[in-house]
């Protein structure tokens, strides 16, 4: 009767760790990284003012 407790575990934790890794699976695979860049692309260097004009009128402000 013992051996079936110890199976019975034995059963239900690999069952939660098949279910861990889905979950952790399903989630990796959910997230797109690529999708930021297309999304909000990093300005140019070259491009980019000196100064902000968000800046320029916190320090008019003060």
């Not at 939660?16 to 990284?33: G, R, W």
Request: hydrophobic share 50%; glycine share 0%.
């Amino acid at each position: 009767m013992a051996v079936m407790w110890w199976f019975a575990t034995l059963v239900l934790f690999l069952l939660l760790v098949v279910c861990i890794v889905f979950v952790i699976y399903a989630l990796k695979s959910a997230i797109h990284t690529e999708d930021a860049v297309t999304i909000d692309p990093l300005p140019d260097a070259e491009n980019q003012e000196e100064d902000p004009p968000e800046k320029e009128e916190a320090e008019d402000k003060k």
